[in-house]
Nanobody, 125 residues
Framework: QVQLVESGGGSVHAGGSLRLSCAAS????????MGWFRQAPGKEREGVAR????????YYADSVEGRFTISRNNNNHTLSLQMNSLKPEDTGLYYC??????????????????WGQGTQVTVSS
């Protein structure tokens, strides 16, 4: 079965950096688009970034463009999110996710069926 396990969250001050990782197993990881999502308390889950199966195509939410970088390693089945210049509004529970249709690469959370348990990111001002 599909398993996604995130790590790397923590607490930082505004302007700091964190690197999130996601270990994937149980499916053909190298053939699947992957995404990072986040959810702040009292808010809906929102897409942060997604990356195509081969890694050649990436897309970011406007709110993180230029500050976050999504990447993947298809040899060891890991997904990463490098987060720089963090802001308090980046605070939330961050999830990696895989879509039900692996070729369909979007930031629409309804397209994603497989989710990790999340890792908390807290940015203080």
């Amino acid at each position: 079965q599909v398993q996604l396990v995130e790590s790397g969250g923590g607490s930082v001050h505004a302007g700091g950096s964190l690197r999130l990782s996601c270990a994937a197993s149980g499916y053909t990881y190298s053939s699947s688009c992957m995404g990072w999502f986040r959810q702040a308390p009292g808010k809906e889950r929102e897409g942060v970034a997604r990356i195509s199966a081969g890694g050649g195509s990436t897309y970011y939410a406007d709110s993180v463009e230029g500050r976050f970088t999504i990447s993947r390693n298809n040899n060891n089945h890991t997904l990463s999110l490098q987060m720089n210049s963090l802001k308090p509004e980046d605070t939330g529970l961050y999830y990696c996710a895989a879509p039900l249709r692996p070729w369909y690469c979007s930031l629409e959370h309804d397209e994603y069926n497989y989710w990790g348990q999340g890792t908390q990111v807290t940015v203080s001002s």
